[in-house]
């Protein structure tokens, strides 16, 4: 009797979804932030609202303190803030303005580091030319990044460029290519070692990829956009792994075993060893 009584209710409840429910009222989509941060003391968490980036009460969301005020800079008088992160003492912030879509997941941007004990504002690139994939070394003593295909490391104020080879449509360093991204989800193709010592990445040789050409449709005239796009039976990118030694400035290169493999990604072991 009880069961019969549950699957009764069960038939009624559902008579009544509709379409405008799932897809235009949205009543079962998850409740969920995925733009919180939570900073060092664990009861706090950094968020972005409008032209600031504010501390936040973990369980109440009560506002705590005022991280950083963009309206302070006039820098950033035209830029947004759309994303950031922080290094490990929530001393150093990594802001993201002027992000433009490359492909489904990765994306070029105009990175800013700001100091929060000097309150001092600085382009993490000093040509201001968009990057992408910048992120924090795990100590937080340095920020890597990708520009024009090329890997690079900026620390204490001096910037060294890991990789020179990179070419649009023909070698990448530390990004994925389209393939890897769409087909795995990866877009930062580099990762540093647990103790900062070492940086892996991927290099993607799509020199021998044939070019795919579509048609973009978004003004009176249509402008043409290719990439490097390999149809069933035809090359992909050649998939090589190397590590730069950030304290002895010297490159190593990563021998597969059983000769040339597919690579999607790559990851370090506890030690930091091993890749």
Not at 39 to 44: A, H, I, P, Q, R
Not at 101 to 130: C, E, K, M, N
Not at 192 to 218: I, N, Q
Not at 240 to 263: C, E, I, N, R, S
Request: with cysteine; glycine share 4%.
């Amino acid at each position: 009797m009880i069961s019969s009584l549950l699957v009764s209710t069960f038939l009624v409840e559902a008579q009544k979804l509709t379409l405008e429910d799932i897809w235009k009222d949205y009543k079962f989509l998850p409740q969920f932030n995925s733009d919180f941060v939570f900073l060092k003391d664990n009861n706090s968490v950094a968020r972005i609202s409008g032209n600031y980036i504010l501390k936040l009460d973990n369980l109440t969301l009560d506002t705590l303190d005022t991280i950083f005020d963009k309206t302070r800079f006039e820098v950033l008088t035209n830029d947004k803030i759309q994303d950031f992160e922080t290094d490990t003492s929530n001393r150093y912030w990594l802001l993201t303005t002027k992000i433009n879509r490359v492909y489904r997941y990765s994306f070029t941007a105009v990175y800013y580091v700001y100091d929060r004990d000097r309150d001092t504002l600085t382009l993490l690139t000093p040509d201001r030319l968009p990057a992408s994939n910048a992120c924090f070394s795990p100590d937080g003593r340095s920020i890597s990044f990708v520009q024009n295909n090329n890997l690079y490391v900026s620390s204490s104020g001096r910037l060294t460029k890991v990789t020179s080879d990179g070419k649009d449509k023909s070698v990448i360093n530390g990004h994925s290519d389209w393939v890897c991204e769409e087909e795995f989800e990866v877009k930062k193709a580099y990762e540093w070692s647990p103790g900062c010592r070492y940086l892996a990445w991927m290099r993607f040789d799509e020199s021998k990829v044939p070019t795919w050409s579509l048609a973009r449709f978004d003004s009176v005239y249509p402008s043409s956009y290719t990439y490097k796009y390999p149809k069933v039976g035809y090359p992909t990118s050649i998939v090589t792994v190397h590590v730069f030694d950030v304290q002895k400035k010297k490159k190593h290169d990563v021998v597969l075993p059983g000769g040339y493999a597919y690579v999607t990604q790559l990851s370090w072991s506890p030690d930091g060893e091993n890749v």
